[in-house]
């Protein structure tokens, strides 16, 4: 039987502590903890962590594109690097791969070494999104599920899923329960980016977007409840 597999993406900012910096430890064990249920069930969870917690676009207009999105990449290595670190503490094996050499730090990517490490049980993170400028996280979360044959990528978020307007600025808007990808590129949602919508829907990989600090919520998502909104394929 084919195991359920799985990408995760984390915000950065979720992650970060009150002054919207660094990390909130409490949050990012509770997270480990809803993930580690899932991998003792048996699902293989990849997974992508964005660096706004750190950096985020160009925060200075002197900065180069190229330079600035170099500087995101390297952030959602430490992020990978510090959130790896709680997940061993709760008793997982992981993995970090990036997709430029980093020294001791993560491992070069590779599909095949990726797949054999899924199936010995690791949890594996996925830093340095395409290793190209001009590329979010987004399409690198994309692109792995791609390359890897995932059943569905998981956006865990600040907020509780896709609404027709930004619900901060507008009271009226409501909650998409579901949605198709063309829908969602359609109507401009801004979910994920155009380019990793595009693959997505290409190679039929469905979304579900919900809110990282409900109760359980990722240890649902994992396993197949979603608590926002499912983007279908």
């Known amino acids: ?14 992650l970060a502590n009150a002054n919207g910096k660094g990390y909130d430890e409490a949050v990012v064990r509770d997270i480990a903890r809803q993930v580690k249920r899932s991998v003792d069930a048996g699902v293989e969870v990849g997974i992508v962590i964005g660096g706004g917690n750190y950096w985020r ?8 594109r190229v330079k600035a999105d170099q500087i995101g990449m390297l952030a959602t290595v430490m992020n990978c690097i510090y959130v790896s670190e709680i997940f061993r ?27 054999a490490l899924f199936a010995a049980g690791r949890v594996l993170f ?8 001009y590329f979010s996280t987004d399409t690198g979360i994309a692109l792995r599920a791609t390359e ?12 509780d899923g896709v609404y027709t307007a930004d619900p901060k600025l507008d009271p009226d808007a ?20 155009l380019t990793a919508s595009v693959l997505c829907m290409e190679n039929k990989i469905p979304l579900a977007i919900f809110d990282l600090h409900g109760d359980n919520a990722i ?5 197949g409840v979603i608590h926002g909104t499912t983007v279908t394929v």
């Open 57 to 64: 676009g160009r925060t200075g207009t002197e900065i180069a």
């Open 174 to 193: 409501k909650r998409y329960d579901t949605l198709t990808m063309q829908e969602m590129i359609d109507k401009k949602l801004g979910v994920i980016d």
């Open 1 to 14: 039987m084919k195991k359920r597999r799985v990408m995760l993406k984390l915000s950065g900012e979720a």
């Open 126 to 133: 996925f830093a340095g999104g395409t290793g190209h400028p």
């Open 219 to 223: 240890a649902d998502a994992l396993r």
């Open 148 to 159: 890897l044959g995932v059943d569905e990528i998981l956006l865990a978020k600040s907020i």
């Open 89 to 115: 503490g709760e008793g997982m094996e992981t993995e970090i791969f990036s997709p430029f050499l980093c020294g001791a730090m993560t491992e070069l990517f590779s599909v095949d070494k990726a797949n």
